[in-house]
């Protein structure tokens, strides 16, 4: 069983490795020009560039996506003369990147030529003043200091430099003279937690995600847990009696419920008990951050939206495995044993019928999270779901990467634990 | 040695026509099957017309706004009173009949969204899993590996993603199906090649000293084209839903068009006046999700029912 | 006692009669318009003759629009609208997020639902007679929800942000007439001074431009995080696309009727929604009400008993525009023609539920302060068709005569083209429509000969025709000129109108340029649109703003 369990865990790291390379990729790199989007079409060339530069998007991809991945706080401090370090806002409380000079924060901005220190006392406010900063000599002879700017970023200063730095702001995109020659915006990274500034929101992404997260489990797991007894009981009744009547009915019951997007049944849900009849809230309205505790009709709907999608899946493979567990021999040898019907199906066959759809219905995760997506949306319930579709509407990558990261390290996990749960249950694959 | 070598072939590979009766005996054979390719027929057969003709222009805005079934309209306008039985027919036509490449003008193919997406896993997948199950070893542990990466993404979010990055278009479905589709061929025809590759005439075309290639797509792939015809029959289903999906999240095939899964969005906001116009579409997707899944199933179990 | 009543006070003297007006808020709006309040109560007094009640009695209860002691305290007010990203106020561009910081903070000016401004934080203003130099004097008394004292320096920081380019505030762009805070002067600590480097009318309008919030003097850059303001609220908790709550704060400078600060409400949600998740949520009851109705939500839930519409009528339209520098629109009989086939009654009632007022081919609307009435123009096919024909033989060519409309699906436009092509057919317009996502349309919606465009509301009759039709110094059509029309009379006498402060004397120059824009002009305009706020029942005192803006200050709920 260890071995089995550090076999896919490895299998599971490589796996969210292999994903993030795909993501990191598809929205960074395939992406296209993310200063179109933040500059808009008309920007000019010029324009371009300079943000592109201040962006850190100049690097090599494979250094952005090191960055991204693990951090670039490491790479930044073989360039800095001082000690990086993360403090927060006074005001605000967002964190912000420093350095410690003699102990004391400090960064640096460059104002008509003439590099400025700001330096934070101990009682939260900040001084500048003229900064004094061991210039070195890069190989082309310039003089350069590496330090930290106003905006998080590690940036490569040349005395006496003219470059332009067009920066921008929601007026448009202002000058500034004697700006950085190179950016490398710090951040910790995603393993570490950081999985940058949303664009959308400019809240750091995992400020939100994990409340965003906790209620589309809540909304799974209540559809899970209801759909599993219902599917399973209609699943197995249709088995036992396959080919008659009742296991036509339910069969294609399942069949509709399936075929029928999660979108319509939604829709047709909230039209006729939301606002018909009036028995339950036609929308997920979360008035407080708990809504879900203190009313939890809201869910009713979404949990059925999500219920009738899934209960034709389960239902189906219940029905498969229960008829193929009485077709196997030793049930037949059960009957001609002449046990009584109900004995031999309670006692014998459903233990064993029942063991395959559980486990398989774990391995199709995936599918349920996209129906999440829609319930979501559909019934305005801040989800992880919802939030990944805003993100993707916006298109806010860091959001959209560390969402569909989230996403897909639950969906790994469920498996591996459907993968163990199957072998504990199923002896043979135990011991081969 | 020529007469050595065709005689297992035509033993293999009978007529084309053959090959059909033997198809026809097969769904013949079972109601289930039946009545699924009826249903699609239908839906075929109704797209197929609406490349000629529908009631009304399905664009045209020649009626006033959500009207009841009546005469004219036999399922109603919709809000910009346009026709909706001309709409339902003609979206038809992006998820079987018809693919839009992004050009100015733009190029129309044949075969739709659903279909060309279907295609390109079932070739994708079918070829890494041949490759995986018949060498095996180290290319089948890397094949699987970096499969389970896109297995592991849900569909809808491996599209949003996707739509992120690359923007919509008939393209980019395609390619969305195509990479959400493929892992799971893959494993389907890797675990059909493992079963085959035991086999007395695999050995014999190894003997012969044919080639790795020769034998996975010439000995191996075409004995587990049932199963595989089948599970393709599936995910035209899992396609068309998926595009419903789409289209509802306002992600859809780009206008003008007509999709069903945008005709639900843009009906969804007069559902309180007309929600007939919501329904249709939702039972034309139903309905050929059904027919497609009957019609899988149908055959499944008359091939399994061959096999026993 | 030799006053000119403003004709707005004498109107407001008409619906106080009906009954439509309180007491109360006819003598704040006179008042405000600059009559007398010796003069106010005169007209009140001689208006209500119906009413039994004792003038001088009236006067003594404040609460003169409810019945005395009718108004209730306490309540939440849950309201469906995205929340949206807020840093810094100056930031806004959206007016979702503005709907939000109005609650903590204030303008100096406000621009009522009947688009006249007036002082807000501001206990008045003077501009010199060439509108070029503003005082503004600052209502004293007021306290921030920090306790500190609102004075010129927190006006004065809020300028300067306004008018800082790494702020980043499209302020910046309507404010071009300052020279940076070399033109913000402050005076005394609650008086500052204005001096525009060019003549302006419309300083206390862009004072209430939604991002112009005074901000506390400390202010370091997020509001999320230091939401210090002088308004009625405090911000509890702000999650963007989640929800906001607002909290009612004590010692609000404002009292109420009941002679107790205001607001009345406890509190305030914003639930993060979409339109369609709102309005159901409306009509199951999990919602009082949602930002910005559409025309199809207005359909789903005008009928609801649990539900008030409030209407509002404003400056956006659908104008129907032609290329004057493109066949065959350079031509204005044909263009001419074209106007004539607006049924607007019609085209009212297909596409927007009857829901606005007609209007004439000119681009003022009824609810500018300075509009001039003119009759709204009938359905004219056969006057068309003669226009059409007499265009056609000059030509040689046959009628119809085939054009292409362009517009976007999103709105009203699709049904305002179907409508327009079967009402010009008589005429002898053969119309075919090119109707794309609104994407498709914004890509070229100054390109295309002949289209319909949205254009949002104003308050102000001169904000508007500067941008759309006018040019720049080079003569070529500014950028929002999507029709190329520049008439040198049209321009010259709007740029007087511009400089002209004086409601009177301006309704006489608008009134020219309504008349060249119907005689010449490029666009047909068929109506105004108007904008609803739904609202349960229950809550009174609701207004709808034609910027979607909210006033909740004021409002209160039955219990």
Same mark, same amino acid.
């Given at each position: 069983?260890?071995?089995?369990?550090?076999?896919?865990?490895?299998?599971?790291?490589?796996?969210m490795?292999?994903?993030?390379?795909?993501?990191f990729?598809?929205?960074?790199v395939a992406g296209?020009?993310?200063?179109?989007r933040?500059l808009?079409?008309?920007?000019?060339p010029e324009?371009r560039?300079?943000?592109?530069?201040?962006?850190?998007?100049?690097?090599?991809?494979?250094?952005?996506?090191?960055?991204?991945?693990?951090?670039?706080d490491?790479?930044?401090?073989?360039?800095s003369? +001082?000690?990086?370090?993360m403090a927060?806002n006074?005001?605000?409380?967002?964190?912000?990147?420093?350095?410690?000079?003699d102990?004391?924060?400090?960064?640096?901005?460059?104002?008509?030529g003439?590099?400025?220190?700001i330096?934070r006392t101990?009682?939260?406010?900040?001084?500048?003043s003229?900064?004094?900063?061991?210039?070195?000599?890069d #190989?082309?002879?310039?003089?350069v200091?590496?330090?930290?700017?106003?905006r998080?970023?590690?940036?490569k200063?040349v005395r006496?430099s003219d470059?332009e730095?067009?920066?921008?702001?929601k007026?448009?995109v202002?000058?500034?003279?004697?700006?950085p020659?190179q950016?490398?915006?710090?951040?910790k990274?995603?393993?570490?937690?950081?999985?940058?500034?949303?664009?959308?929101?400019n809240?750091?992404?995992?400020?939100t995600?994990f409340?965003?997260?906790?209620?589309?489990?809540?909304?799974?797991a209540?559809?899970?847990?209801?759909?599993?007894?219902?599917?399973?009981?209609?699943?197995?009744?249709?088995?036992v009696n396959?080919?008659?009547? $009742?296991?036509?009915i339910i069969?294609?019951?399942?069949?509709?419920?399936?075929?029928?997007p999660?979108f319509?049944?939604?829709?047709?849900?909230i039209?006729i008990? /939301?606002?018909?009849?009036?028995?339950?809230?036609?929308?997920?309205?979360? $008035?407080?951050? %708990?809504?879900?505790?203190?009313?939890?009709k809201i869910?009713?709907l979404?949990?059925?939206?999500?219920m009738?999608?899934?209960?034709?899946?389960?239902?189906?493979?219940?029905?498969?495995?229960?008829?193929?567990?009485?077709q196997?021999?030793?049930i037949?040898?059960?009957?001609i044993?002449?046990?009584?019907?109900?004995?031999?199906?309670?006692?014998?066959a459903?233990?064993?019928?029942?063991?395959?759809?559980?486990?398989?219905?774990?391995?199709?995760i995936?599918?349920?999270i996209?129906?999440?997506?829609?319930?979501?949306?559909?019934?305005?319930i801040?989800?992880l779901?919802s @939030?990944? @579709?805003d993100a993707?509407?916006?298109?806010?990558?860091?959001?959209?990467a560390?969402?569909?990261?989230?996403?897909?390290l639950?969906a790994?996990m469920?498996?591996?634990i459907?993968?163990m749960? +199957?072998?504990?249950l199923n002896?043979?694959?135990?011991?081969? | 040695?020529?007469t050595?070598a065709?005689?297992? =072939?035509?033993?293999?590979?009978?007529?084309?026509?053959?090959?059909?009766?033997?198809a026809?005996?097969?769904?013949?054979?079972?109601?289930t099957?039946?009545v699924?390719?009826a249903i699609?027929?239908?839906?075929l057969?109704?797209?197929?017309?609406?490349?000629?003709?529908t009631p +009304?222009?399905?664009?045209?805005?020649m009626?006033?706004a959500?009207?009841?079934?009546?005469?004219a309209?036999w399922?109603?306008t919709?809000h910009?009173?346009?026709?909706i039985w001309?709409?339902?027919?003609?979206g038809?036509?992006?998820?079987?009949?018809?693919t839009?490449?992004s050009?100015?003008?733009?190029i129309?193919?044949p075969?739709?969204?659903?279909?060309?997406?279907?295609? /390109?896993a079932?070739v994708?997948?079918?070829?890494l899993?041949?490759?995986?199950?018949?060498?095996?070893?180290?290319?089948?542990?890397?094949?699987?590996?970096?499969?389970?990466?896109?297995?592991?993404?849900?569909?809808?979010?491996? +599209?949003?993603? !996707?739509?992120?990055?690359?923007?919509?278009?008939?393209?980019?479905?395609?390619? *969305?199906?195509?990479?959400?589709?493929?892992?799971g061929?893959a494993?389907?025809?890797r675990?059909?090649?493992?079963?085959?590759?035991?086999?007395d005439y695999?050995?014999a075309a190894e003997?012969?000293?044919?080639?790795?290639?020769?034998?996975?797509?010439?000995?191996?792939?075409?004995?587990?084209?049932?199963?595989i015809?089948v599970?393709?029959m599936?995910?035209?289903g899992?396609?068309?839903f998926?595009?419903?999906?789409l289209?509802f999240?306002?992600?859809?095939?780009?206008p003008?068009?007509?999709?069903?899964?945008?005709?639900?969005?843009?009906?969804?906001?007069?559902?309180y006046?007309?929600?007939l116009?919501?329904?249709w579409?939702?039972?034309?997707?139903?309905?050929?999700?059904?027919?497609?899944?009957?019609?899988?199933?149908?055959?499944?179990?008359e !091939?399994?029912?061959?096999q026993r | 006692?030799?006053?000119?009543?403003?004709?707005?006070?004498?109107?407001?003297?008409?619906?106080?009669?009906q009954?439509?007006?309180?007491?109360?808020?006819?003598?704040?709006?006179?008042?405000l318009?600059?009559?007398?309040?010796?003069?106010?109560?005169?007209?009140?007094a001689? *208006?209500?003759?119906?009413?039994?009640?004792?003038?001088?009695?009236?006067?003594?209860?404040p609460?003169?629009?409810?019945a005395p002691? *009718?108004?209730?305290?306490?309540?939440?007010?849950?309201?469906g609208m995205?929340?949206?990203?807020?840093?810094?106020p100056a930031?806004?561009?959206?007016?979702?997020?503005?709907?939000?910081?109005?609650l903590v903070?204030? @303008?100096?000016t406000?621009?009522?639902?009947?688009?006249?401004?007036?002082?807000?934080?501001l206990?008045r203003?003077?501009?010199?007679?060439d509108?070029?130099?503003w005082?503004?004097?600052?209502? &004293?008394?007021?306290?921030?929800n920090?306790?500190?004292d609102l004075?010129?320096?927190?006006?004065l920081?809020?300028f300067?942000?306004?008018?800082?380019p790494?702020?980043g505030?499209?302020?910046l762009?309507?404010?071009?007439?300052?020279?940076?805070?070399d033109?913000?002067?402050?005076?005394?600590?609650?008086?500052?001074?204005?001096?525009?480097?060019?003549?302006?009318?419309?300083?206390?309008?862009?004072l209430?431009?939604?991002?112009?919030v005074i901000?506390?003097?400390?202010?370091?850059?997020?509001?999320v995080?230091?939401?210090?303001?002088?308004?009625?609220?405090t911000?509890?908790?702000?999650?963007?696309?989640?929800?906001?709550?607002?909290?009612?704060?004590?010692?609000?400078?404002?009292?109420?009727? %009941?002679?107790?600060?205001?607001?009345?409400l406890? #509190?305030?949600?914003f639930?993060n929604l979409?339109?369609?998740?709102?309005?159901?949520?409306?009509q199951?009851?999990?919602?009082?009400?949602?930002f910005?109705?559409?025309p199809?939500?207005?359909l789903?839930l005008?009928?609801?008993?649990?539900?008030?519409?409030?209407?509002?009528?404003?400056?956006?339209?659908?104008?129907?525009?032609m290329r004057?520098?493109?066949?065959?629109?350079?031509?204005?009989?044909?263009?001419?023609?074209?106007k004539k086939?607006?049924d607007?009654? &019609?085209?009212?009632?297909?596409?927007?539920?009857?829901?606005g !007022?007609?209007?004439?081919?000119?681009h003022?609307?009824p609810v500018?302060?300075? @509009?001039a009435?003119?009759?709204?123009?009938?359905?004219?096919?056969?006057?068309?068709?003669?226009l059409?024909?007499e265009?056609?033989a000059?030509?040689g060519?046959?009628?119809?005569?085939?054009?292409?409309?362009?517009?976007?699906?999103d709105?009203?436009?699709p049904?305002?083209a179907?409508?327009l092509?079967?009402?010009a057919a008589?005429?002898?317009?053969?119309?075919?429509?090119?109707?794309?996502?609104?994407?498709?349309?914004?890509?070229?919606?100054?390109?295309?000969?002949l289209g319909?465009?949205?254009?949002?509301?104003?308050?102000?009759?001169t904000?508007v025709?500067?941008?759309a039709?006018?040019?720049?110094?080079?003569g070529?059509?500014?950028?929002?000129?999507?029709?190329?029309?520049?008439?040198?009379?049209?321009? =010259?006498k709007?740029?007087k109108a511009?400089?002209?402060?004086?409601?009177?004397?301006?309704?006489?120059?608008?009134g020219?340029?309504?008349?060249?824009?119907?005689?010449?002009?490029?666009?047909?305009?068929?109506?105004?649109?108007?904008?609803?706020?739904?609202?349960?029942?229950?809550?009174?005192?609701v207004?709808?703003?034609?910027?979607?803006?909210?006033?909740y200050y004021?409002?209160?709920?039955q219990?």
């Amino acid at each position: 069983m260890a071995k089995f369990l550090v076999r896919n865990l490895f299998s599971m790291f490589v796996t969210m490795f292999l994903v993030s390379l795909v993501l990191f990729f598809l929205l960074e790199v395939a992406g296209g020009d993310v200063t179109v989007r933040l500059l808009g079409v008309f920007a000019t060339p010029e324009q371009r560039e300079s943000l592109r530069r201040q962006l850190g998007l100049d690097a090599p991809a494979w250094q952005r996506y090191v960055d991204w991945l693990i951090g670039s706080d490491w790479r930044a401090q073989q360039l800095s003369p +001082y000690p990086l370090t993360m403090a927060p806002n006074p005001q605000t409380g967002e964190q912000e990147w420093w350095t410690e000079v003699d102990g004391v924060l400090t960064r640096w901005r460059m104002v008509e030529g003439e590099l400025l220190a700001i330096q934070r006392t101990p009682d939260g406010r900040e001084v500048t003043s003229p900064a004094s900063v061991p210039w070195t000599t890069d #190989e082309t002879g310039a003089e350069v200091f590496w330090g930290v700017d106003t905006r998080n970023n590690l940036v490569k200063w040349v005395r006496g430099s003219d470059l332009e730095v067009l920066v921008l702001s929601k007026a448009g995109v202002r000058s500034e003279r004697g700006g950085p020659q190179q950016y490398i915006p710090l951040r910790k990274g995603i393993v570490r937690g950081d999985a940058g500034m949303s664009l959308q929101t400019n809240r750091p992404v995992s400020a939100t995600i994990f409340s965003r997260a906790a209620n589309s489990l809540i909304l799974a797991a209540a559809a899970f847990v209801l759909v599993m007894p219902l599917a399973l009981f209609f699943g197995v009744l249709a088995g036992v009696n396959e080919g008659k009547p $009742l296991d036509r009915i339910i069969s294609i019951t399942g069949l509709g419920f399936t075929a029928t997007p999660e979108f319509v049944v939604g829709v047709f849900l909230i039209l006729i008990f /939301g606002i018909w009849l009036r028995w339950l809230p036609a929308t997920a309205v979360f $008035l407080t951050g %708990d809504a879900i505790f203190r009313d939890p009709k809201i869910l009713v709907l979404p949990v059925l939206t999500l219920m009738a999608a899934e209960f034709g899946y389960v239902a189906r493979i219940t029905r498969a495995s229960m008829v193929e567990v009485m077709q196997s021999p030793y049930i037949r040898t059960a009957f001609i044993k002449g046990l009584p019907r109900r004995r031999i199906i309670f006692r014998h066959a459903l233990r064993n019928a029942l063991m395959a759809p559980i486990t398989v219905v774990m391995l199709q995760i995936n599918w349920l999270i996209g129906g999440v997506i829609v319930v979501e949306v559909l019934f305005g319930i801040p989800g992880l779901g919802s @939030y990944i @579709y805003d993100a993707a509407i916006f298109g806010d990558f860091n959001a959209v990467a560390a969402a569909a990261m989230l996403t897909v390290l639950i969906a790994v996990m469920t498996r591996l634990i459907g993968d163990m749960l +199957y072998t504990y249950l199923n002896p043979r694959i135990r011991f081969a | 040695m020529t007469t050595a070598a065709t005689t297992p =072939e035509m033993d293999k590979r009978p007529s084309l026509l053959r090959q059909v009766r033997d198809a026809l005996d097969l769904v013949f054979s079972s109601r289930t099957a039946m009545v699924g390719l009826a249903i699609a027929l239908f839906w075929l057969g109704v797209g197929l017309l609406s490349l000629f003709w529908t009631p +009304y222009p399905p664009n045209a805005q020649m009626f006033s706004a959500n009207q009841p079934p009546n005469a004219a309209n036999w399922m109603g306008t919709d809000h910009l009173g346009r026709d909706i039985w001309s709409r339902i027919m003609a979206g038809t036509q992006v998820v079987l009949l018809k693919t839009r490449l992004s050009a100015d003008p733009p190029i129309v193919i044949p075969g739709g969204v659903a279909i060309w997406g279907v295609i /390109g896993a079932v070739v994708v997948g079918g070829l890494l899993g041949v490759n995986a199950g018949y060498r095996g070893g180290i290319a089948d542990q890397i094949i699987m590996q970096i499969l389970d990466a896109f297995i592991a993404f849900p569909v809808i979010v491996l +599209y949003l993603v !996707i739509v992120t990055s690359l923007g919509r278009g008939d393209l980019i479905v395609i390619a *969305a199906i195509t990479i959400t589709g493929s892992p799971g061929v893959a494993r389907l025809v890797r675990g059909l090649t493992l079963d085959i590759k035991t086999r007395d005439y695999i050995r014999a075309a190894e003997t012969r000293g044919e080639s790795k290639w020769y034998i996975m797509l010439r000995e191996i792939l075409p004995n587990a084209r049932g199963p595989i015809l089948v599970d393709a029959m599936l995910r035209v289903g899992y396609a068309i839903f998926a595009i419903g999906t789409l289209g509802f999240l306002g992600l859809g095939l780009p206008p003008p068009d007509p999709d069903w899964g945008s005709m639900v969005n843009d009906a969804r906001k007069y559902i309180y006046a007309n929600p007939l116009a919501v329904a249709w579409p939702a039972l034309a997707i139903a309905t050929l999700v059904i027919g497609v899944n009957l019609f899988a199933d149908g055959l499944r179990e008359e !091939i399994m029912r061959y096999q026993r | 006692m030799n006053e000119r009543i403003h004709p707005l006070v004498l109107q407001a003297t008409d619906k106080l009669r009906q009954g439509r007006i309180s007491r109360r808020e006819f003598l704040r709006y006179a008042t405000l318009l600059g009559v007398s309040v010796g003069t106010a109560y005169a007209l009140s007094a001689c *208006a209500p003759a119906a009413v039994p009640t004792a003038p001088t009695a009236r006067e003594a209860a404040p609460a003169a629009g409810a019945a005395p002691g *009718a108004i209730v305290r306490g309540g939440v007010l849950r309201k469906g609208m995205l929340v949206q990203q807020v840093d810094h106020p100056a930031r806004l561009s959206w007016i979702e997020g503005a709907n939000a910081v109005r609650l903590v903070n204030e @303008y100096l000016t406000v621009t009522g639902p009947d688009n006249i401004t007036r002082p807000y934080l501001l206990e008045r203003w003077k501009a010199s007679d060439d509108v070029q130099t503003w005082t503004l004097y600052l209502r &004293k008394g007021i306290k921030f929800n920090n306790g500190d004292d609102l004075t010129a320096d927190d006006v004065l920081f809020s300028f300067s942000q306004w008018l800082d380019p790494a702020v980043g505030s499209s302020m910046l762009g309507l404010l071009s007439y300052l020279d940076g805070m070399d033109s913000v002067e402050k005076v005394d600590d609650y008086t500052i001074r204005l001096h525009l480097t060019s003549p302006n009318i419309g300083v206390p309008e862009h004072l209430f431009h939604y991002p112009a919030v005074i901000l506390h003097r400390d202010f370091q850059g997020d509001w999320v995080k230091q939401p210090v303001g002088t308004g009625a609220f405090t911000l509890v908790e702000y999650l963007e696309g989640e929800r906001a709550v607002f909290r009612a704060r004590p010692n609000y400078w404002r009292m109420g009727e %009941d002679g107790r600060p205001l607001p009345y409400l406890d #509190e305030i949600i914003f639930v993060n929604l979409d339109k369609d998740a709102s309005v159901a949520a409306m009509q199951s009851g999990q919602i009082d009400t949602f930002f910005k109705p559409r025309p199809s939500d207005f359909l789903a839930l005008k009928d609801n008993p649990e539900l008030q519409v409030k209407s509002v009528a404003t400056a956006n339209c659908f104008v129907v525009r032609m290329r004057v520098d493109m066949e065959p629109w350079n031509d204005n009989r044909v263009r001419t023609a074209l106007k004539k086939c607006q049924d607007r009654q &019609k085209i009212l009632d297909f596409s927007y539920n009857g829901e606005g !007022i007609l209007s004439i081919d000119a681009h003022f609307s009824p609810v500018h302060p300075a @509009y001039a009435e003119r009759p709204i123009p009938p359905y004219d096919p056969e006057g068309a068709r003669a226009l059409l024909e007499e265009y056609a033989a000059e030509k040689g060519i046959q009628l119809p005569l085939r054009v292409t409309l362009a517009t976007k699906n999103d709105l009203s436009e699709p049904e305002i083209a179907q409508t327009l092509k079967e009402l010009a057919a008589p005429a002898g317009f053969d119309i075919t429509l090119d109707i794309t996502e609104p994407n498709g349309y914004w890509d070229r919606w100054t390109e295309v000969p002949l289209g319909i465009t949205i254009w949002a509301h104003r308050p102000l009759d001169t904000m508007v025709p500067p941008l759309a039709y006018t040019a720049d110094a080079d003569g070529n059509p500014v950028p929002w000129n999507e029709t190329r029309w520049v008439d040198p009379e049209f321009v =010259e006498k709007l740029r007087k109108a511009e400089l002209t402060l004086d409601v009177e004397a301006r309704r006489e120059i608008i009134g020219e340029l309504e008349d060249i824009m119907q005689e010449r002009g490029p666009i047909g305009n068929s109506y105004w649109t108007n904008e609803w706020e739904i609202i349960r029942k229950e809550f009174q005192n609701v207004v709808a703003h034609p910027s979607n803006f909210d006033f909740y200050y004021e409002v209160w709920k039955q219990a």
